[in-house]
């Protein structure tokens, strides 16, 4: 089952730079990925135009957080943030249709900013021991704890 969190993307993305930086054996497997989309703008985007034909660019950042198969768990923890760019193409001046991965950096870099974006976050939970060990990962997340 799929329960949304209030949880700041923000905080959870500086305690796992953190926890990776402690230099133990890390605990989780982290996966992130952008990928680029367009919608068509109709009434949406007013501020870019009033044309009923325009495409509106749109990025999406998703951070995967799970525990590593020998620590035992099933539980996926997802950070979503979603982003309208506009009407124009990135910097690159290209954009590919398939996921593109990142780093945890590169994820908070182009998607963990302040008033951008609209962030959800998400946790995967299959069962009720599955839940007990995710929320002793959440207490740790939101006490700024760190395996040692």
Known sequence: MEYELDLDAAHVVEWLKRELAS???SRFEIDASKMFFTDDAGGQLEAIAEADDLQALSTVGILEVKPLVDSGGHWLLRIRIEDVLGSSLPEGGTVSDEPEEMTLQGFEEDFVKPDRGT???TVELETDQDRQKFERFLSDVQTDR???
Do not use: F, K
Request: hydrophobic share 35%.
């Open 146 to 148: 760190h395996a040692s």
């Open 23 to 25: 230099g133990g054996r």
């Open 119 to 121: 962030a959800q976050v």
